[in-house]
Every structure is written in structure tokens, then in C-alpha cells.
């Protein structure tokens, strides 16, 4: 049992937080690998807020390049996340 939970404390609540991993295409790489999907926070005046739009990132685990996710493929992603069953990797 893990006594630390970053998601309470109010000065960590800022990092960016893993939500699984999946393979994709990397336009750097040409090639498909897998990428770290993980959720960003942004800073609004002096508070972090974790709905937004351009929240979900794919980061490709070869070469590093970092993509935001939007529109139907943000709405996709975040669907197959809920849903483990109906994921296609």
C-alpha cells in the first residue's frame, strides 16, 4: 500500500500524471513504437487545472518527441483509457 498520493498534495499536484501506454506511428522514428500517454496540468493564474483541452500527451519511448493529443484522436484515446476492452494496440 503507497502511503504517497501526488494527486493530494497541492505542490505536486502540478506534475504531469501517467495514464497507460500504447503503441503508435512516431512521425520522428517512422516507425510504430510505443508512446506514454500522461496528462498535463495548466497553470491559470496561480492554480493548476487538469481539464483542458490540450491535456493529453503521447511521448514515443525510442526517441523522446512528444505529441498533444487533440481533437477525435484526444476523444478516442481518452475513451480507450476508460475502456481496456475496447483498446486496439
Excluded: Q, W
Aim: positive net charge; aromatic residues 4%.
Amino acid at each position: 500500500m503507497s502511503v504517497f498520493h501526488p494527486d493530494r498534495l497541492p505542490s505536486l499536484n502540478r506534475l504531469p500524471k501517467e495514464l497507460g501506454r500504447e503503441e503508435r506511428f512516431c512521425t520522428r522514428c517512422g516507425e510504430a513504437t510505443v508512446h506514454i500517454l500522461y496528462r498535463v496540468p495548466k497553470k491559470v493564474i496561480l492554480v493548476y487545472v487538469k481539464d483542458h483541452p490540450e491535456n493529453l500527451h503521447a511521448t514515443c519511448i525510442r526517441c523522446a518527441h512528444s505529441t498533444v493529443l487533440t481533437g477525435e484522436e484526444r476523444e478516442r484515446t481518452l475513451s480507450s483509457l476508460e475502456n481496456p476492452s475496447k483498446r486496439s494496440t
